[in-house]
Each structure stands twice: as C-alpha cells, then as structure tokens.
C-alpha cells in the first residue's frame, strides 16, 4: 500500500516549504550514498528546524507513514534502507554550527553538520573533535550519535557516546526530548540521551548534539612500520603510549593483504622497506613540537629494531609523505571497486585475542573457500578489526554468508568481544544481533522499543523486531519475527 498519498505530500510541503521535498525526477538530484536502497522510499523531506521534524513526525504519525532518517548515507550495514510506503527525513539542512567555545571546550551543532564541517571549525579555536572517521566529509554528527560511532581516536577519547554531553531529539509521538547539558558532570536523574545514541534511530530522530572537544596538537609526526606478527605491533603500541614526548594519537595496523592492495594501487614504495611484512602498523603521535615528535619516533624505532631486526619502518619527513602513509590505510573504496558489494565485518575482540583470533579466522575462511584472502586492516590500539572478504557480494550468499559469519563470530562473546564494533546492526545484523545476544538484553531492547515508539513509525524493521523463543517477550506486542 502507497501511504505517499498527494494530500499527504502537500501537508508536508507545508511543513518544509515546496522545494524540500523531493520526489519522482526531483530525486535524482539527491545522492542515495553507499546503497541504492537508501532511497528506495521514493520520497525524501528536508526540514531545516527542530519544530519542522517534530511536524513531520506528528504528520508520519497521523496518516500512518513511517519516516527512515538519514545523515550522510555512509553506513555499511543497511540502517537507511527505505522501502515504498515509507518517508525519507534527510538531516542535510539541519547543518549549523550553533556554539562553540574555546573555553568549555564544546560545540553545540545541528544533526546534519558533517564531522569535517567540525573538525574545519574547531581546528579555528585549536580544538579537535577527539575522533575521526575516513568518510569525514560526508558522515554527519548525528549520523555519528545514532550509530555510536567509534574511529581512529576511540583508545584515547572513546567513541560517540564517549563524546557527546547532551542532545536533542524528536520522539516518535512528536514531541521533543531536550537535554543541551554541556558539561561532563551531571547526576540529575536517569542519563537518558544514552537511549538515543547507537539507537539508529528507532527510538528517536537527533535534531542537535553538544559535543566535547579536545585541545589540538601544535604538530604531529607519523611512521609506518612493517612487523613480523601481532605481537609486535601490540609492543610498538604500547611503546607509543609510553612515548616520553608526545601522546599516541592513532595506532592503525593493515594486514599484509590490504597492505598489497593499498600500497599496489597507490605504486607506494620506498627504499628498505619491504612489502612482506605480516602485519604494518601505522603510529601517529602528537605534541607542541615536530622535531621533538620526530626524535620520540626515532626512539621508539631504535626499540622496536632491537626486538625486531627484520623490521621496516619509514618515518613521514613532510605533510604530503603522511597523507601518502594514511592512504595506504584509508582507501578502503579500492576493495569495493576491485570486489563489487564485497561483504564487510565489524568486530571488537580484546587485545590479548587478536592474534588468535586473525589466524584462526583466516584459515578457517580459507578452509571454507581457498581462494578467501580476506582484507583485514584497524584499530589496533582498541582491538576493532574491520575484515571484507576480497569476493564480490553476489558471491557469498545463503549458507555461504552464514558460515563465514559463524566463523567470525565464534566464541566472540565469550573471549569479550563484540560482533559490532562500530558500524551497528541497521537491516543486515538484525539476525547476528539475536544470535550472539543475551535473550533478556533483546527483550529489554524490545521493551523499550514498544514504550517509545508503540507505532513502529520510526526506521522500522532495523536493529530489533519481536524474535520467536525469547521468553518473556511476548508482552512486548512488536513486530513480525525474523
């Protein structure tokens, strides 16, 4: 059933003005992002304040359209699927910069601000956002909250939820949950923002977040090692979080597959460092001065070479040669191009595991396939590990898919670990998510789901539906079973 009806769509014209809902050819001017399917709705509104989202979501609710919201479309696991019947609400003119403060050390922005947009305007006052993504410039801040992003900098100042102090946010009946706190104390009652952030958006849309900021670093210095094993890298991070000048500021490891990949594609090489290595780990430190940053690496080589002979490493001399070392891990889109839809995991998997974990994960995929090489690259500091499999989607389906998910995450839980790290569950984790979880968590989930959103109006179908042989869920009354 089309639920878009003509006086539907003109009541929300009201709301957003003519030009700010775009549908039939008008939606060809709108990026879909990483899916196709993102915009599957057919039918994408803009609003540009708090008041106008808490008027669409009362209008959604009133005729019975469920609204799918969207940030900067770069999420990896289905969360923005729309499909007919249901209403795009895109967050892209939600987009200002409200407060920022130099001595608070926090901004106040709107959901559709992009993380580069921050990062631009902090960096003016000398502050970061103390995390960092590739796609920056196009994944946006409340994108980041609804999904709990994590990064490059989460060993050092957490993910999402690490960084954000208060936010707003439109519930699904309409009305708006304000809570600006911009401090880092506050024990007034039941921290409820932490409903909303990693919810993705199922519980309530993110209209504006106050975000913590970090001082910036005066200089920065990068090198990049190639290391015989896990091990070593996991010693060379901890020697750069001892650095006795500078702080540890990234600590990327890119296994010897990706690596290859990377560093072909790119025609990267440089004298004495040698292409074979097992394991290169990216390190990145930060402090008031290059030079001094520059010997602090140096100190931390001449370590790392006596433990380790074999080793290469090659220290970036200018900015250009470390944008050139931060490619190497960055461009991840080279994967995709190479391997259409090439199916991706997210995993968590403590520090002493990893090394056990990659080498048993990779045989047991070969095992199921020989020509699996699987590109394994992350962030080694905080064990979160990104692996695609160097196949095309179309390639691993049905039983196939779900052994290699068996495989990956086996006993993921029990060494303490997690399945997701940071791209979430969306559409496509829906059934990991059940199978790897606690059943009373799904039912708290389901729980609080039903009490906030009764009507399924908000991103329905993702994270959680009512699953079959959950005790004590039936008096949720959600969804259809997966």
Same mark, same amino acid.
């Given at each position: ?40 709705? *057919? ?17 959604? !609710? ?16 289905? *969360? ?28 106040? @922005? ?54 954000? !102090? ?79 000048? *500078? ?37 990145? !430190? ?54 259409? *839809? ?15 974990? @990659? ?75 059940? @199978? ?47």
């Amino acid at each position: 059933m089309n639920r878009l009806q003509p006086e539907f769509k003109e009541e929300i014209r009201k709301i957003v003005g003519d030009g700010n809902l775009k549908d039939g050819e008008a939606l060809s001017s709108v990026d879909h992002g990483v899916a196709p399917d993102n915009l599957g709705a *057919g039918a994408v509104v803009f609003p540009r304040t708090t008041a106008e989202v808490a008027a669409v979501v009362q209008c959604c !609710l009133a005729n019975g359209v469920p609204l799918v919201t969207h940030g900067g479309r770069t999420g990896l696991v289905g *969360g923005a699927v729309s499909k007919p019947g249901e209403l795009v609400l895109s967050t892209a003119r939600l987009n200002r910069i409200l407060h920022i403060s130099p001595v608070e050390r926090v901004a106040v @922005v709107e959901a559709g601000v992009t993380l580069q947009a921050l990062q631009e305007t902090a960096s003016e006052y000398r502050l970061e956002t103390g995390i960092d993504l590739p796609s920056r410039g196009s994944a946006t801040i409340g994108g980041m909250a609804s999904t709990n992003a994590g990064g490059i900098a989460a060993f050092r100042y957490g993910v999402m939820r690490h960084r954000i !102090l208060g936010l707003e946010a439109v519930l699904a009946d309409g009305s708006v949950y304000s809570d600006l706190t911009r401090v880092v104390k506050n024990a007034a009652g039941y921290d409820l923002k932490h409903l909303f952030v990693g919810a993705e958006g199922t519980l309530g849309i993110i209209t504006r977040i106050a975000v913590k900021l970090e001082p910036q670093p005066l200089a920065t210095a990068t090198v990049l090692f190639g290391l015989p094993s896990v091990d070593a890298a996991l010693e060379t991070v901890r020697r750069g979080l001892d650095a006795q000048y *500078g702080h540890l500021r990234a600590a990327e490891a890119i296994w010897n597959a990706y690596f290859r990949l990377t560093s072909g594609h790119h025609r990267w090489s440089v004298p004495d460092y040698s292409a074979d290595h097992p394991i290169n780990l990216l390190v990145s !430190l930060g402090g008031a001065e290059e030079g001094a940053l520059q010997a602090e690496l140096g100190r931390v080589y001449e370590g790392v070479i006596e433990d380790h002979p074999d080793a290469s490493a090659v220290i970036a001399s200018s900015v250009a040669q470390e944008a050139d070392l931060w490619r190497l891990r960055e461009d991840t889109d080279l994967i995709y191009r190479k391997h259409p *839809g090439a199916p991706s995991y997210d995993v968590s998997v403590p520090l002493s595991e990893v090394e056990t974990y @990659v080498a048993r994960s990779v045989a047991s995929l070969k095992q199921l396939d020989s020509a699996f090489d699987p590109y394994v690259f992350g962030h080694l500091a905080d064990g979160n590990l990104h692996i695609v499999l160097n196949a095309a989607g179309s390639e691993v389906s049905g039983d196939k898919a779900r052994a290699v998910e068996e495989v990956l995450y086996r006993d993921i839980a029990a060494i303490g670990g997690s399945f997701s790290a940071e791209h979430g569950i969306g559409l496509k984790r829906m059934g990991s998510l059940l @199978v790897n979880s606690d059943p009373v968590k799904i039912c708290l989930m389901l729980r609080i789901k039903n009490t906030l959103d009764a009507a399924t109006l908000l991103n329905p179908g993702k994270v959680v539906r009512a699953g079959a042989g959950f005790a004590g869920c039936s008096e949720v009354g959600a969804a259809d079973p997966i």
